[in-house]
């Protein structure tokens, strides 16, 4: 891991960042079944194949950083599945080597028509791991010691694959999200950025205030960005103006395409909102107020696609812009 800011450090040729969009998505476009507790994590041991196509679409799409499989990979979650410790983390560092192999077909050593794409490497919430929604809600029955046990290992195996840098993403909590810079704290050089889910323009999803959780990561070894993800589209700008608020590091959004996840359903409604999952463009035509507000990094969560991604790489050629 380069103790660098590998985000500010690609934010030197480019003036934001383009982050890929949705694996379930494409995984679920491809044919996969993922009604299972594992989600897209599973095809790591059944299909990685698929999931290395899924981050080369992206890539070739114009990406410039890629979020691997393993937002839901956890040992105990293999273990539950049936697999050995060993086979877990095997499939766990298997998923920064396949964005890696990905990248590799699309980007090659001295190509200047673009900055050689990162790979961040998922670090999903104790709630992921619960597969009970509770990443949308907090309330977690760990403290930050807990959770500190809890993502340790898979923290540890991810940084030992190589990955430019870990994505702590999803997390419902400014607790979590402490207990990841405990961790950054016991793995000098390591950098992870952390993003949150939203409830609304202002609070993440257990209710904090994301200004408060802003100026509580500002000054975190480590911590390379801080932002949102997986949050509705209407949201993004005031939550950027609130962190910018609080602090001068890069600040990461990916909200999803506009439809409505039930946690308890499992299922995806379309949002009373201009931006629907048939509006390939949603993204885009908030990128020059969320880039006004201080966003440094774009991409998509859930139900967007390399469609969705390409827009925003083009957006950014169309205006003379690498």
Known sequence: MNELNPIKALLADVPFMVIDGAMATELEALGCDLNDALWSARLLAQAPEKIRQVHQAYFEAGADCAITASYQATVPGFMQAGMTAEEARALIQ???????????????????????????????????????????????????????????????????????????ETLPSLEEALAITDLLAENPGAQAWITFSAKDGQHISDGTPIEQCAAALANCPGVAAIGVNCTALAHIESLIQAIRRQCDLPILVYPNSGEVYDAVTKTWHPAQCDHTAADISGLAQGVEQWLAAGASGIGGCCRTTPEDIQVLAQWRRSRQIV
């Open 94 to 168: 298997l998923s920064v080597t396949l964005a890696q192999q990905a990248r590799d077909t699309v980007w090659q050593p001295g190509q200047t028509d673009r900055p050689k794409p990162l790979v961040a490497a998922s670090v999903g919430p104790y709630g992921a791991y619960l597969a009970d929604g509770s990443e949308y809600r907090g309330g977690y029955d760990l403290d930050r010691d807990g959770l500190v046990e809890f993502h340790r290992e898979r923290f540890e195996l991810l940084l030992a694959a190589g990955a430019d840098l870990l994505a702590a």
